[in-house]
DNA sequence: GAGCTTTATAAGGTATCCTGATAATTCGGA
DNA sequence: TCCGAATTATCAGGATACCTTATAAAGCTC
């Protein structure tokens, strides 16, 4: 009873995270685009998200760790190898299979991007507390180990 | 450099982020489908998150709370309208305004969905531990705070 | 009352996902 | 060894959730 009414007037939890990941996502593709990145968007976060930098990946792998169609990470491997961020070669293992790899741009855009993810996790440290920020990527980790689990390596 | 170590292997923030959204709104909208309102969508949710339920909002309103331009919450309005949840009405003080009102069945939503949204906070705190949930809402709200103090009551 | 602002809407476009269908290749068992 | 089933990628079309630009009507200020 006391519970409702104090939780009446917060903010319910699926805004707060939609605001924090807004807020997160906005800074970064912001400083993307500073670094010379503009063309990035939220996105290519499915094949970014998920390919292996020296190797390269599947479209398959990709689309698995990305929890989406193989339909939907195809177009967006498309439109990055339009732009210049990937190529796909066919696969010496299998004749079905084409490798998706990281052009020498796509591997500068990664690394900055890995960097500026740091970054801005490192501000939010200094700016909102090293424990705070902590506790929130505890929260979250657990919250979400489930699926991360579910993933492939 | 040892820091830089350590976050090497965890998950990045932004996919932290973008993971605990995605499951709890996968869970709130298969509920609301459950309950019988399998029609409402997490695109609704700029209108349900900022109207006032007892004297409803004026479009302005409503895009200024959701951080969204009017025409795009207008569609939303007209939606939901289409649908039976809203009904506009002239404002009886301003001419050029209309005043966005929840119909029966949309309080009733509007009701059912703020039910089910605390019961599902509830279960993450009993699934996860009180404490760690709420911290994570503790690290949310401090991180949101400036967006959702712009925003007006 | 003229000019600016505010309210809502119309029209059209972009981004990010989806489902269903298709073609090529590989694999596994009779 | 060959045939059917599974796997890989892709094509085509659609749904959803936003946006920008332009317009119309009403209010506000001087």
């Known amino acids: 009873m006391q519970d409702e009414f104090e939780n009446q007037m917060r903010p319910p939890m699926v805004r707060l995270l939609n605001i924090a990941l807004d807020e997160f996502a906005e800074q970064l593709y912001e400083r993307m685009s500073a670094a010379g990145f503009g063309d990035i ?14 190797n390269g990946s599947r479209l398959t792998e990709l689309a698995e760790r990305a929890c989406m169609t ?9 439109d990055l190898e339009k732009r210049g961020y990937l190529e796909r070669i066919a696969d010496p293992d299998d004749g079905r299979a084409k490798i998706i790899r990281l052009t020498s741009h796509g591997r500068e855009a990664y690394t900055v991007g890995r960097r500026l993810i740091d970054d801005l996790e490192r501000e939010w440290a200094e700016r909102y507390g090293e424990e705070l920020i902590a506790a929130l990527r505890d929260a979250l980790e657990a ?4 699926r991360l689990d579910a993933l492939p390596a």
């Open 143 to 146: 919250v979400t180990a489930h």
């Open 70 to 78: 193989k339909q939907s990470v195809g177009e967006v491997t498309s």
């Open 41 to 54: 968007r939220p996105g290519h976060g499915c094949v970014f998200g998920g390919i292996d930098p020296d």
